[in-house]
């Protein structure tokens, strides 16, 4: 699976960004898209995830200014940002989750695919 995040940039406080990844490769076995993001010096911290059913999980610093949708293909995630702060400022990552079924044995193997990270400063 192969991450592909894009949209970010430069912009003023106030402003709204609405970033997009698409995932590739084997996404049959994706179970969950998500963004995380980290700023300069900081720890990566998770913003939303969705799964393929449209259920949404928010981590609690993050509601309200920002919102996690999916594309109409089950390899698209967006990421609206509203009301942005310097505060924001960080490289955003997409993530997706895969399970796939053990070979030869019951069970599941998990793995954890990242993007490349797209840039948002927020700035005048």
């Known amino acids: 699976v192969q991450l592909q995040a894009c949209g970010g940039g430069l912009v003023q406080p106030g402003g709204s960004l609405r970033l997009s990844c698409t995932a590739s490769?084997?996404?049959?076995?994706?179970?969950?898209l998500g963004w995380y993001r980290q700023g300069t010096g900081k720890q990566r911290e998770k913003i939303a995830t969705?799964?393929?059913?449209?259920?949404?999980n928010y981590a609690d610093s993050m509601q309200g200014r920002f919102t996690i949708s999916r594309g109409s293909a089950w390899n698209q995630v967006f990421l609206q940002i509203d009301n942005l702060k310097p505060d924001d400022t960080a490289v955003y990552y997409c993530?997706?989750?895969?399970?796939?079924?053990?070979?030869?044995?019951?069970?599941?193997?998990?793995?954890?695919?990242w993007g490349q990270g797209t840039q948002v400063t927020v700035s005048s």
């Open positions: 490769g084997a996404t049959a076995n994706i179970i969950e």
């Open positions: 993530h997706a989750d895969e399970v796939r079924p053990k070979e030869g044995e019951i069970g599941f193997n998990y793995y954890d695919h």
């Open positions: 969705i799964t393929e059913a449209g259920n949404t």
